[in-house]
């Protein structure tokens, strides 16, 4: 799929630090450890909605990720998915009378847009499922010749289900115990009580055809691919075993994350399927879940549309730690807004404080867990005192610009 624009990073002068970021698996934070290439999957979206804040603070949070590697010289190689065919998509064309095909192509155009104007660094490759279904019918064949996934005996619906205890190392990634594990699979797309399964988690691979549901032929038999062996596949023919950060929201932990690494180790024999999973928190609005089924989702394009800067909605959303659950309130956004102002006045002075000095600070608070609220508060500091260096205003405009992706 084309991905969306991008734009140049400015050289940051001074010292970069190497970043350490919290991993859900080790429950800790780790220094990270690329290679020249560092190597990035974040799970995108399935475009049956709009952009919503949640989605946005989850793709700014690994943004910095994105930057503070390119600030230590590495080469980023970043990977997304759109799943653009599965089960939301299709109950939300059915609702709206709409073709799912239509909608997904549009609402990914939208997506492209908040990402573009949220100044969100793109993907290298930004693939679809549909694209990637001769693919995941291959790694589904080779599970299957494995013993590691099984058909489920049903004449007229022959799904493929993978064993989820294959690997022998199932848990791992989300630390969860069982009960959590049943929870989260029944409420997040799995199908605990589906007859046939060897076992409540056992996941879907491929959901044989249904009428008046959209299916492509395969040596498997006609169907579509389940959610989270598209990831598997697409991460593994991208970027291969091992990658240095799996990241997405936090609802992604269990079961997504858990079975995209399970499956792309059952299919490899090899461990693990990623160094480091990253997750960032659920966004709430005014105290409240945000959700769907709520219906308080708050869009990016609405905002937008508003007249709101997009560079507002950045700085209001890095408020807040990435790990926080938090709301986003009126007063957030007037914050942002109001320190963006201060900002850009003072990176237009004549002269300021040494720029030095807050570059490190920056630094150091992003490489230590993406502390925004952290760096916001130093570039505050900066900002309110006066100075007598002509060159700081420039070198601090870079430097928020490169580190913290807001253009001043
Ligand atoms: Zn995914």
């Known amino acids: 799929m084309q991905t969306w624009p991008s734009h140049p990073v400015p050289d940051v002068a001074g010292t970069p630090r190497p970043l350490r970021l919290y991993d859900t698996s080790s429950a800790q934070v780790r220094p990270t450890a690329p290679g020249p290439t560092a190597t990035m999957y974040v799970c ?69 847009e908040d990402m573009a104007a949220l100044r969100v660094l793109p993907p290298r490759e930004f693939t679809g499922a549909v694209e990637s279904i001769p693919d995941i019918v291959a790694a589904v064949a080779k599970l299957l010749a494995s013993g590691t996934a099984y058909r489920v005996d049903d004449q007229e619906f022959p799904d493929i289900y993978f064993d989820h205890a294959a690997t022998g190392r199932f848990g791992y990634e989300s ?78 932990i269990f079961p997504h994350h858990e079975y995209s690494a399970a499956h792309a180790e059952a299919l490899t024999s090899e461990h693990p399927f990623a160094r480091h999973y990253g997750h960032s928190a659920m966004i709430g609005l005014d105290g409240e879940k945000m959700s769907k089924s709520k219906g308080n989702l708050v869009f990016v ?67 230590n867990d993406l502390d925004t609220p952290q760096a916001i508060a130093a570039m505050d500091a900066w900002s309110r005192q006066d100075g007598t260096d002509p060159q700081a205003p420039t070198a601090v405009a870079q430097a928020v610009d490169a580190l913290l992706g807001i253009k001043l």
Not at 46 to 61: I, K, S, V
Not at 200 to 222: H, K, M, T, V
Not at 337 to 361: E, F, G, M, N, Y
Request: proline share 7%; hydrophobic share 40%; net charge negative.
């Open 301 to 367: 394009s609405r905002l937008r549309a508003d007249g709101v800067d997009p560079m507002a909605i950045r700085l209001g959303l890095l408020s807040g730690h990435y790990r926080q659950d938090r709301s986003w309130t009126t007063d957030i956004l007037d914050t942002a807004q109001t320190r963006l102002t201060a900002w850009r006045a003072a990176v237009a002075r004549p002269s300021a404080p040494p720029a030095a000095d807050l570059i490190t600070r920056l630094r150091d608070h992003l490489a």
């Open 175 to 252: 630390g969860y115990d069982r009960e959590t594990m049943d929870r989260f699979f029944a409420e997040r797309g799995g199908d605990p009580d589906r007859p046939g399964k060897r076992h409540p988690l056992d996941a879907l691979l491929w959901r044989a055809a249904r009428p008046d549901e959209p299916s492509w032929p395969s040596e498997l038999g006609p169907g579509r691919p389940g959610w989270h062996i598209e990831c598997s596949v697409i991460a593994l023919n991208s970027l291969g075993m091992g990658i240095d950060l799996q990241a997405g929201g936090s609802d992604l």
């Open 44 to 112: 995108g979206i399935t475009p049956y909605d709009a952009t919503h804040l949640g989605h946005a603070a989850t793709y700014l949070a690994f943004d910095l990720v994105h930057r503070l590697w390119l600030d230590n010289g590495h080469d980023v190689h970043y990977v997304q998915n759109v799943t653009d065919i599965d089960d939301p998509l299709l109950e939300r064309a059915i609702r709206d009378q709409d073709d799912w095909v239509v909608l997904g192509m549009r609402e990914t155009a939208l997506f492209r």
